[in-house]
């Protein structure tokens, strides 16, 4: 059972200087208890991804096409009131700062009980509930935590509170934007264990959104490879990190330092930027700034499948 | 110019530049606009009503209501520039310092903004008018000082949250000395909302100073001030109104010409506002 | 040679706390290090580490509290603002956010510019942006831009630009990658390995990404709480780390590779507040090898050949923690 399918999902903003078509075509799919990350670059359209499938795009955008399913609902027929009940219940959020998610002037444990309306339970009962997520995020001292404020503790800390705070209802997908790009290295790599041990526990999905490569290879079962709001690859990590067949994919696989193992004096780079996307070009998106350019690239480029769920979206593809 | 054309597609910020435009040009071109000398005394012609020759009538002396309102605006109007651009000055460098130097310089300029901005406007100009008797001086001496405080306040603000700012840093690393700082990275990214508040500040001074004429305080008979035509008409009122019509209607109307200008002026430059294509 | 920087027994020290209970923390513990010329060093380190603070002192932009720092042979902790103005010239500093270093209202060419006019130089600014803009690989129709119409990459060079215009002989750089994407992280690192192969300036690089400072720099440091735990020669310390801590960064940063088993040293999270330094050797709360000696002793700085560290137990290369903490 597939908790999440995003089917040919084309989201555009009006501004001032025209229509912006920050997504086009987007298509990928979210199955029961797996995590799947995106990765991408700055106006790769991660973000308006989010606010499309929780319904929160601002005011000048909006959803042209395509569709947005979970568990069974189209999101995109669901009205304000409906949306919000699903947020924080069935599906909820982690953002890169946990002030995202953090009232400054509430404490965690009023919180945590607030995110609880829906359940009959009283109130002592929920307290229970909380300090039992607490302590499965690892934080000390859970009970007198409840009655602490956010700006009590660490910044890791924070985001293991909106960690446990977005798990709490038991959620069926778990979006997490940029988690631990704000974190140092050693809190990162323990925050990503984290989410692996609850993902198992709650047997909830996960949407892990990271350009941190390294981060993605460990902790996901599948990747989708986002560019200027395309999803230019997409299949099981293994597929995509160890046969790399989009060329944007295996040249930011090539310049991520991690990779280099070897001490270089030249780093790779991808020389260019990403187009203006009020006037995206008729063909490849990417071809602008791909070393394999060939003519065929003028034209819009197919999805073509690979096999075993493995997808590029690249005319050179099925040239292979 | 994409500015004015996004004012202009604004209902409210057309019909503003249209009232200002109206109102500047009234004052500018009072002299070729007027039939009479504002100041003209006729006893034969006293409380006439609106005709074709006197377009707002005439009020106890005899004088052209239309010619001393057109009049009036030239003083309404010198006064808000004059005292505006002082307050601005003033009131910048003064937040400037309040909000780059140090602690106790902070401490000190913002008990005396706080002050100032304790006393009655009104008590201000009593207070002033008995120093150097009722004049325009006077007026303009109160407007701006009743402005400043604010002004420096809002600059204040702004400094403090920039002195923080990583291009300051920077500047520093490179070895800029404060008047360098404050002149080109600290003033020019703090001036812009403040000259959008001014030009809404500007019904306001137009309102003191009509004030303190209207009180007898301000500009001294016969100069044409609207405060003092109110005032003339405010006795009137009952059996010839049109003075104090005359005397009110274009306060009004610059006010309002003003603010919706000033509202317009802000929405536009909000950079938070997404605009729709 | 000798150095161009010398920093000895450096303190930063910091008032916390009201009017009665005046506390003082110290950011940085005590640090000595030296540049020689033409050599890029990186200081490594999480938050709190008091990296930045201690670029912020080697720059006088942060008092010290104790140590001495000398540029070019001469000592400029505490100099007063006319001497630090010249000294300024021979070492600038580059900050972390790419775009934000970059005054909002001024101009490209007025920001490489600055530089000359800060120090009375009289010169062709023209000529300078352009010649400027091109050692960063920029064109000069960008002279005309505002730091708002640049993208990361683009604002990261203008800033390097900005930071060569006087010819120095030390460039400082604060987290020179950080808000940059992958595929442009490249860009910043080449071109500075190329200023420094051309210009034969030295580097002082502040970092947390530990995969930049192998490409970048000859040697290292690595910073906690305030103190180096370990510095010397970067491919000695990234092949066999000898400090426990250097040893778990370089094992938290996963290579993206989904087959690769995860031999991670795991720390428990949490970094001790510089309020309540733990005793002894200041990592033995979170040490996966502490032995009961750590914790009542703080470690002298051993000498291994071109490398110091600070540990009682240096790890022999290729350790592994005791079992109980590994995570396969």
């Known amino acids: ?320 | 110019m994409r500015s004015l054309r996004r004012i202009l597609s604004e209902p409210l910020g057309a019909f503003g530049i249209a009232l200002v435009v109206l109102m500047v040009g009234g004052a500018i071109f009072a002299d070729q606009l007027s039939a009479f000398d504002p100041t003209r005394i006729s006893p034969r012609d006293r409380f006439l009503p609106p005709s074709a020759e006197h377009l707002l009538g005439t009020d106890q002396l005899g004088r052209d209501l239309f010619s001393r309102v057109l009049h009036g605006g030239r003083i309404a109007l010198s006064v808000a520039q004059f005292s505006t651009a002082v307050s601005l000055v003033v009131g910048i460098m003064l937040g400037l310092i309040a909000g780059y130097g140090p602690r106790w310089l902070d401490n000190l300029m913002l008990l005396l903004f706080d002050s100032i901005k304790s006393f009655p406007t009104v008590m201000l100009a009593l207070a002033l008018v008995t120093l150097f008797g009722p004049s325009l001086t006077s007026v303009v001496i109160v407007v701006v000082l009743v402005n400043i405080p604010g002004y420096a306040r809002i600059i204040r603000t702004q400094t403090l949250t920039l002195k923080a700012a990583e291009f300051v840093t920077a500047a520093q690393s490179m070895g800029a000395s404060t008047a360098r700082i404050l002149r080109f990275h600290i003033m020019p990214n703090v001036i812009g909302p403040l000259l959008i508040l001014a030009s809404m500040d500007i019904p306001v001074v137009i309102a003191i100073e009509a004030g303190m004429s209207f009180l007898g305080l301000g500009v001294r008979p016969p100069t044409p001030s609207w405060g003092a035509i109110l005032n003339d008409g405010f006795t009137a009122i009952r059996d010839t109104p049109w003075i104090a019509v005359a005397g009110g209607l274009p306060i009004i109307l610059t006010t309002l010409g003003f603010t919706f200008l000033g509202e317009t002026l802000r929405d536009v430059f909000d950079p938070r506002l997404k605009r729709r294509g | 040679m000798s150095a161009i920087l010398d920093v000895r027994d450096l303190e930063v020290a910091f008032r916390t706390g009201g009017f009665l209970n005046r506390r003082d923390v110290l950011g940085v513990a005590g640090v000595s290090l030296e540049i020689h010329p033409g050599e890029t060093f990186a200081l490594v380190g999480e938050s709190g580490s008091g990296k930045t603070t201690l670029a912020r002192a080697v720059n006088h932009l942060q008092e010290t509290s104790a140590g001495t720092v000398s540029f070019e042979g001469v000592r400029i902790d505490r100099l007063d603002r006319a001497a630090m103005k010249q000294v300024r010239r021979r070492m600038a500093m580059m900050f972390q956010d790419p775009i934000g270093s970059l005054s909002p209202r001024m101009t490209v060419g007025d920001l490489v510019t600055e530089p000359f006019r800060i120090h009375g130089e009289k010169v062709d600014y023209k000529a300078e942006t352009e010649r400027l803009l091109a050692l960063v690989g920029l064109t000069a129709d960008f002279a005309a831009r505002f730091p708002h119409q640049l993208s990361g990459g683009q604002a990261r060079r203008v800033g390097v630009a900005r930071t060569i215009a006087l010819n120095p002989a030390l460039i400082i750089a604060d987290e020179p990658t950080a808000g940059l994407d992958v595929s442009v992280q490249g860009e910043v690192l080449n071109l500075l390995n190329d200023l420094r192969e051309r210009l034969g300036v030295a580097m002082l690089i502040i970092t947390h990404n530990l995969h930049v400072v192998h490409h970048v720099a000859d040697r290292m440091a690595v910073m906690y709480l305030g103190r180096f735990v370990e510095s010397g020669p970067t491919e000695e310390i990234f092949r066999a780390p000898a400090h426990p801590y250097t040893a778990a960064l370089l094992s938290a940063n996963p290579e993206p590779d989904p087959d690769k088993a995860q031999d991670r040293i795991a720390l428990p999270a949490e970094v001790p507040s510089l309020l309540a330094r733990p005793s002894g050797c200041e990592f033995h709360t979170r040490c996966p090898w502490a032995q009961p000696r750590c914790q009542s002793d703080a470690p002298e700085i051993v000498d291994q050949g071109s490398r110091r560290v600070a540990c009682h137990f240096p790890l022999a290369p290729g350790a592994t923690p005791p079992a109980k903490e590994r995570t396969a």
């Not at chain 1, 084309?10 to 229509?19: C, L």
């Not at chain 1, 934007?177 to 993902?199: C, M, Y």
């Not at chain 1, 986002?226 to 310049?255: D, I, K, S």
């Open chain 1, 1 to 320: 059972m597939t908790v999440l399918v995003i089917q040919d999902l084309n989201v555009s903003f009006s501004t001032e200087d025209g229509e912006l078509l920050a997504l086009k075509d987007v298509s990928f799919e979210v199955p029961e208890q797996r995590i799947v990350g995106i990765v991408g670059e700055s106006g790769c359209g991660k973000s308006t991804l989010i606010n499309a499938i929780l319904g929160l795009l601002a005011d000048n955008g909006r959803i042209c096409s395509g569709s947005i399913g979970f568990e069974e609902a189209e999101l995109t027929t669901l009205s304000a009131t409906e949306m919000q009940a699903l947020r924080g219940q069935r599906i909820s959020t982690v953002f890169q700062d946990p002030m995202g998610a953090l009232n400054p002037v509430l404490s965690v444990g009023r919180q945590m009980r607030n995110i609880q309306y829906r359940s009959k339970l009283t109130r002592a009962e929920k307290d229970a509930h909380s300090v039992e997520m607490l302590r499965l995020v690892r934080i000390p001292d859970a009970e007198a935590a409840l009655k602490r404020y956010p700006h009590q503790f660490s910044g890791g800390m924070k985001q293991r509170i909106a960690i446990a705070m977005a798990l709490m209802m038991k959620p069926a997908l778990l979006i997490a934007d940029e988690p631990t790009t704000a974190l140092d290295a050693t809190l990162e790599v323990a925050t990503i264990e984290l989410l692996r041990d609850l993902q198992q526990q709650i047997g909830c999905s996960v949407l892990f959104i990271s350009h941190h490569l390294g981060v993605i290879a460990e902790l996901c079962d599948d990747v989708v490879v986002m560019y200027a709001g395309e999803v230019v690859e997409r299949g099981t990590t293994r597929q995509v990190f160890n046969a790399p067949t989009h060329p944007y994919t295996a040249r930011l696989l090539e310049c991520d330092p991690a990779r280099q193992t070897e001490r270089k004096r030249e780093l790779p780079t991808i020389p260019g930027e990403i187009p203006d996307l009020r006037q995206r070009p008729a063909g490849c998106i990417f071809a602008s700034r791909c070393d394999q350019r060939a003519e065929a690239c003028a034209a819009p480029p197919p999805d073509f499948a690979l096999g075993d769920g493995h997808f590029v979206r690249c005319v050179l593809a099925e040239a292979t």
